[in-house]
């Protein structure tokens, strides 16, 4: 299991989540940034290994705003991320809802 992270333009956010949704990617948490004038938001992404090419290929594909590219994009082993990010959770910790 990989995460993805990116910053990427707000805007985007639900045409990239749709495409993600169709590639069998499940677990998608979006951070926006509400400052003035500000257009970015952090996107996280927890993928299997073999699609990981095509969440990076549909990230610059809708996440590009004219000729920017996102800041970066940066994809490490969940079980790795778990130790520096806090707020991670496994797939099987979801919450369900009600």
Known sequence: MK?????IDTLRVHWIADEL????VEEI??????KPLS???RLQVLCEDDV???VREIIF???CVGNRHPYY???SDFHESLSTDPGAKPVHC????Q
């Not at 948490?29 to 509400?34: A, H």
């Open 61 to 63: 594909r809708r996440g």
């Open 94 to 97: 979801r919450l369900e809802l």
């Open 3 to 7: 995460r993805v992270a990116s910053y």
């Open 21 to 24: 949704q169709q590639i069998a």
């Open 39 to 41: 257009r970015v938001s």
């Open 29 to 34: 948490m979006v951070t926006e940034y509400f």
């Open 73 to 75: 994009v940066e994809v």
């Open 52 to 54: 990981v090419e095509k």
